[in-house]
């Protein structure tokens, strides 16, 4: 059901309710003013019947009756009867009455003073009637016409009134609904038209500061974070087929040339030796694309423990030295001379297992030979990594661009490597809350600081 109709049908139901009960409550006023005041004439009947018949002695009962024919305020087919105490009828102002008194009511009126009654349309009061001479009990009864006929009347207007009222508020409702979604429907027009070719287009927000222009707002920030997004992956995939195009042509290149003729042995091992080399940094490249992919992603996915920073570094310190045998790696675990207790991080422990090892990877690379130096310090609520070595260092100008996908110093020269790693470092440290600061000189060395929140100890 479309939200217009349902919003007009709540409207219309929730009205209606109210118009319901109103009128209800005016037919009800009405009916029970109709009785009693038809109830007090009756009363005023009784009364007078009774007077005439007990306290006034030069009235016989013909007399009385005909009076009571004669009189203008006579109610129509009214009939009076009149009993004494004990149940003895005295007085009847119709020789065939229209109704019949039952037995018991006089006992009735007898107890309670005044009590209504209804039989076969009549309504029928009972009094017990005090005189100067003596009691008795009267009845007086008939049949209010006029009284019902002015309550029907009232309850077919009322019924009009009600069925004329939900329409007019059917339609109120629908043209309101439609006036009150109309915004909603541009919205989803407007919507309707961004396609991947037009992320950059934007819902109108308006002056107004409702929610609809709250919604509005939301939405052009989910199309920005898509269009970022959509932009991301259009320059990673650019970059992904350029960065494994270019070994694979090498590797073609290679096989190519060495199939134009007959080759020596030598010749086919120094080939193949070389196609491996290509084929490592082919795998290496591919390794990075899926480290990349892998920290893109959903973050709601990623699995957080508490980890001991102590052994995350340790660890990556044996795994560097059994890659890199010829590295001269330094570790200095300074909070060990502080903390007789480990220090916990919130993490995963694959990931950040994969900065670090990318971090002193690349100071193997940039700084054969030379000295590279891992330490590990606490400060307060943070835990701080540095990983300093002794190359080629990083340009200025080019630092404020290592930690972007695909980029590549000028100076890397002939190192292999596909310019991902920083940017997979980078995105690992995000994710656990913390950050990642540089510092290099030109032939001097790179020094790279992370840093960490530290978290409850298990």
Known sequence: MQIRRKLTL???ALAAAILFLSLFSVYTYSSLYRKMQFGNRLSNRAKTNAKFFVDVKEFDISTIRLIDQNTVSVLPFENIFIFSTKGNLLYCNKILPYFVIQPEWVNQVSAQSKVFYQQSGFEIVGLHFVGTQKDCIVFAGAIDHDGNERVRNLTLMLIAVFVVGVIVMWIAGWVYAGRALAPI??????????TLSNLNNRLKVG????????????????????????????????NAAH???TPLTVLMGQIEVALMS??????????LEALLDDIVGLKEAANQLLALAQVSADESQIIYTKLSIEEIVLQSYVEVLRRWSNAIVNMNLNMAAHDSEKTFVSGNEVMLRTALLNLLE???????????DISLDR???????????????IMPDELEHIFQPFF????TGEVQGSGMGLSVVDKIIKLHNGSISVKSEVEQGTTFVITLPVTLQA
Not at 209 to 238: C, G, P, Y
Not at 262 to 271: H, P, S
Not at 408 to 411: A, L, Q
């Open 207 to 238: 002056a107004k500061k409702d929610e609809l222009s709250n919604l509005a707002a939301t939405i052009n920030k989910l199309l920005d974070r898509l269009s970022e997004a959509s932009a991301v992956q259009q320059k990673f995939l650019a």
């Open 408 to 411: 590549r110093g000028k100076n």
């Open 379 to 393: 400060e307060g609520a943070f835990v701080h990594i540095t990983i300093q070595d002794h190359g080629i260092g």
């Open 262 to 271: 007959e080759r020596t042995n030598d010749y086919y091992r120094r080939r």
């Open 185 to 194: 429907s541009g919205m989803i027009d407007q919507t309707d038209k961004i």
């Open 10 to 12: 709540q409207f219309v």
């Open 362 to 372: 690349n100071a193997c690379k940039f700084s054969v030979g030379k000295p590279i």
């Open 243 to 245: 960065e494994l195009r």
